[in-house]
């Protein structure tokens, strides 16, 4: 499986992005699929979470009512949708694909994805 990023930039404190994800493919090996983001210095850290079968989605608390994760099956796709960004949004959003997913989506852990992409940088001022 293959995953490439695009959408990132640079915005304004306030303003909105949407990211993309591009799969090679949207099967059982792609059944959850998430993005996650890591700022300098600092862990990779866990940012939503959707089944690609049921379109169920999970956010953490940092960003729960500004993002937005959905797909477009025909495209192979999963987006991102990020508004209201702030400053601390800053990092490189990285997208994650696995065929299970984590036991339990308050907390995924990067180890829980098997596929990953390159990543996209997002810097919010």
């Known amino acids: 499986v293959q995953l490439v990023e695009s959408g990132g930039g640079s915005v304004q404190a306030g303003g909105s992005l949407r990211l993309s994800c591009a799969a090679s493919?949207?099967?059982?090996?792609?059944?959850?699929m998430g993005w996650f983001r890591q700022a300098p210095g600092q862990e990779r850290e866990w940012v939503a979470s959707?089944?690609?079968?049921?379109?169920?989605?999970y956010y953490s608390d940092s960003v729960k009512g500004r993002f937005t994760i959905s797909q477009d099956s025909a495209k192979n796709t999963v987006y991102l949708q990020m508004n209201s960004l702030k400053p601390e949004d800053t990092a490189m959003y990285y997208c994650?694909?696995?065929?299970?997913?984590?036991?339990?989506?308050?907390?995924?852990?990067?180890?829980?994805?098997?596929?990953w992409g390159q990543g996209t940088q997002v810097t919010v001022s």
């Open positions: 493919e949207l099967s059982y090996s792609t059944a959850c």
């Open positions: 994650a694909a696995d065929s299970v997913g984590p036991i339990g989506m308050s907390n995924p852990l990067p180890a829980d994805f098997g596929y």
């Open positions: 959707m089944y690609i079968g049921d379109s169920s989605t």
